[in-house]
């Protein structure tokens, strides 16, 4: 007897062509490249787009206003010795985050909280947000 039904022999499955590999967000990198790579000048160029002055921006690890306790912080100066601060209170983009302002010739007397209620941070949003902040001061364009 011979068997004339032999099993199908299967062919493999030709694989899908690898889809490129999408790439990390920004804020996917670490916070010591992220903030000054890419928070820095995303903050000044919105603040110029929004018609706000050229300022001058820098990020360092310091005492916080108001408080004294150690953070990581983009300090900015606009024209007519306005300051800002934005503090993270570890080293990543999601940590609590509080923001202080500083008229010329004063010290900043109130710590904000900072996008409290955010779940997802992203570069957009913290750019938008402390821009809103200053304009809200009426530091930016034709307030």
């Known amino acids: ?12 499955a030709e694989a ?17 490249d992220f903030v000054p790579n890419l928070l820095i000048p995303a903050i ?27 953070c990581w912080m983009v300090i900015g100066e606009l024209p007519q010795a306005r300051r800002f601060w934005l503090c993270f209170t570890s080293d990543a983009i999601s940590s609590a985050k509080t923001i202080a302002v500083a008229e010329a010739g004063a010290e900043p007397s109130l710590l904000e909280s900072f996008l409290i209620d955010e ?20 530091w930016l364009g034709a307030n």
């Open 16 to 32: 899908a062509p690898a889809k490129p590999a999408k790439p990390p967000a920004p804020e996917d990198k670490p916070f010591a």
């Open 44 to 70: 000044a160029k919105e603040i110029e787009a929004y018609g706000g002055p050229s300022c001058e921006l820098r990020f360092e690890q310091g005492a916080m206003p108001v408080v004294g306790s150690t």
């Open 119 to 138: 779940k997802k941070m992203t570069l957009a949003l913290l750019v938008s947000r402390l821009v809103q902040r200053l304009n809200g001061q009426k």
């Open 1 to 12: 007897m011979t068997d004339s039904a032999q099993p199908a022999q299967s062919k493999p």
